[in-house]
């Protein structure tokens, strides 16, 4: 089952901080959040496993409540470069080597 | 390391024409598999193998073909190619290891159209 993220997309000005949620209706071993810019592949960005951890990656962090089946990406201080196609993409604790991905959210960064 | 590598970038097909997407990866991951992505649908999982001799179907399967013959090597056949099939495949390579389950290794894409 495909995670739904929230929002579609987002606007921001440089400097603003946004969230960018994703959550499961089945049961998470991991949650993986990965940033495409136009005309690229995916970029992953960084993984959290099960027990709650909190990651960061530059000034971008996520957190991932697995009672909830979910998982929140924090862009704090935002900057040009943050911008493109947000995905969290999951992972049921199978052994398929593949993840399920959302649909992704746009993230715009204005000057 | 060259990474994943995906050949062609671009191609254009006409309805009803067959086509070959090669996909390889010099980091000896056991994973592959294969994506496609259209406007707003996120990546969707054609096809995937767990290793060399082994594959199986994703979410989207039909009018696709995998083989896998080597570690290396995990080709996507389209056998009679439809417009419907006009999108980006990206082809991904993983490995299971503490911390770092399943991360997916992007190839750089190619880009179909099926007129």
């Known amino acids: 089952q495909q995670p739904v993220q929230s929002p579609q997309a987002v606007i921001l000005r440089e400097g603003e901080d946004a969230v960018i949620n994703c959550s499961s209706s089945?049961?998470?071993?991991?949650v993986h959040w990965y940033r495409q810019k136009h005309g690229e592949a995916p970029v992953f960005l960084m993984i959290l496993l099960k027990g709650g951890e909190q990651k960061g990656h530059e000034k971008i962090s996520a957190s991932f409540n697995e009672k909830k089946q979910q998982s929140s990406l924090y862009l704090t201080a935002s900057q040009l470069s943050y911008s493109g196609t947000y995905f969290c993409g999951t992972d049921g604790g199978g052994s398929q080597g593949n993840l399920i991905f959302g649909k992704g959210t746009k993230l715009s960064v204005k000057p | 390391n060259a990474g994943v590598t995906q050949t062609p970038k671009f191609q254009v097909l006409k309805t009803g024409q067959s086509m070959t997407l090669q996909c390889a990866q010099d980091m000896n991951h056991e994973y592959m598999s294969w994506y496609r992505q259209d406007p707003g649908m996120g990546l969707r999982l054609i096809h995937y193998?767990?290793?060399?001799?082994?594959?199986d179907q994703g979410e989207v399967p039909n009018g696709y073909n995998v083989s896998r013959s080597t570690t290396e090597d995990f080709p996507l056949r389209l056998l009679s190619a439809a417009p419907s099939q006009t999108s980006v495949y990206f082809c991904?390579?993983?490995?299971?290891?503490?911390?770092?389950?399943?991360?997916?290794?992007f190839g750089p894409g190619t880009r179909l159209t099926v007129l």
């Open positions: 991904a390579s993983s490995y299971s290891a503490s911390g770092s389950l399943h991360t997916q290794y």
């Open positions: 089945k049961a998470l071993y991991s």
């Open positions: 193998s767990v290793g060399a001799g082994i594959t």
